[in-house]
Structures are given as C-alpha cells and as structure tokens.
C-alpha cells in the first residue's frame, strides 16, 4: 500500500467498520507503526493523539478489534478497515462511538419489521390491517402467507412483470408478519443462511 502520510502530518484517519453489519464503529488515527502493527497481529492499533504512543485497542479491556481488511481511499489518504470485534468499540461501553447499536440492518426491511412489531405490540388499539391480521391469529397469519405464495408462482408462469413483483411484495410482507407472530425476525432467517453458506 502506497500511502501518503505527508498530508496529516505523519497521520492517517483509520474508518473502523464491522465486517457483518456494516456499522462504522470509530474513526482513529495510524502512522506506518501502528498499521505495521496491525498488519502483524491483526489486532488493530492507532497512534493515539492524546498519550502520543501507540496502542492496540482493547489492550485494557479486552475489547480488540480483529482485522478482517484494509482499503485504501482514492487519495490514498484514508483507510478503511473491516472488523470482527469483541465487545463494545467505545471506551465508554456503547458498540459504536456513536452510541448506536451494532445490529444488522436491512434498510427498508428492518423500518418494515419496526412498523409491524409496533402494530403487533398495539393490536387491541390499532385498527390497521397488519393489526387485525395479528387478532385473527396465527392460523390467518400463515393461510394469507400461503395464498400470498400461490400468486406469486402464478404470476411467475405468466408474462406481467408488474404483477408478479407486486405479488412478491405481497408475500414477503405477509411472510414478515407471520415471522413476528412466531417471535422471530428477519435476521434469525439470515443467521440460518449464513450458517448454510
């Protein structure tokens, strides 16, 4: 790696991201010791700015950050650098320097899951459809789910594509409803694929 260490003074910021949810959990800092260093041990270390001396985190907690990889930027001035940590990143007990949760997110998927939980968890005051589904029971739950799956290979033998991703939307909406009824969640279903992979 050619990098270029004259522009922040013998320095170069080190984005820390956790290599299976993809969450920034730090920015620190490394000259060529400390990625030296890291490249050595796949722990990763900094400089730090404040002691002036370099340091492996989690040398006093535990909580070390195991390298999975590194990237360079196009300035060839920043680093990217993939993580498996161990335990919290923040010296201050939280996952994230930014007090957010390390948990896998699926974008509109996990707001989806957020909405449905919620209409779940207020079904006796929610008149929404998702909240009747809920009242009817598991066993409407899992019938819309089915019917939901016929559609789909329905409209897969034929020519619409609108339809048929309409009814895909159908069915993987239904199929997140039915998941929370039996107390699950997507990323229970991803852990089971990546354990298959």
Same mark, same amino acid.
């Given at each position: 790696m050619n990098i270029d260490y004259d522009k922040h003074n013998g320095l170069v910021p080190a984005i820390i991201q956790d290599n299976t949810t993809n969450n920034v959990l730090m920015l620190g800092y490394m000259n060529e010791e400390a *990625? /030296?260093?890291t490249l050595e041990t796949k722990l990763v270390t900094f400089f730090?700015? #404040?002691? =002036?001396r370099i340091w492996t985190k989690g040398e006093e907690s535990g909580h070390v *950050?195991?390298?999975v990889s590194i990237k360079l930027d196009c300035d060839s001035d920043t680093l990217l650098i993939k993580v498996n940590p161990k335990g919290p #990143?923040?010296?201050k007990g939280s996952d994230t320097c930014w007090n957010d949760n390390n948990t =896998? /997110? @699926?974008g509109f998927l996990s707001d989806l899951e957020t909405v449905i939980e919620n209409r779940k968890n207020n079904a006796s005051e929610d008149t929404s459809y998702v909240a009747s589904l809920f009242s009817k029971g598991i066993n409407k739950i899992a019938q819309k789910v089915g019917e939901e799956a016929v559609e789909v290979v329905i409209e897969a033998k034929d020519s619409n594509d %609108?339809? @048929?991703l309409n009814e895909s939307a159908d069915l993987l909406f239904h199929y997140l409803i039915l *998941? =929370?009824?039996k107390g699950f969640? *997507? =990323? %229970?279903i991803v852990n089971i694929l990546k354990e298959r992979h």
């Open positions: *990625l /030296n260093k730090s700015r #404040t002691k =002036q *950050l195991n390298l #990143t923040c010296h =896998q /997110n @699926f %609108d339809l @048929f *998941l =929370q009824a969640k *997507l =990323q %229970d």
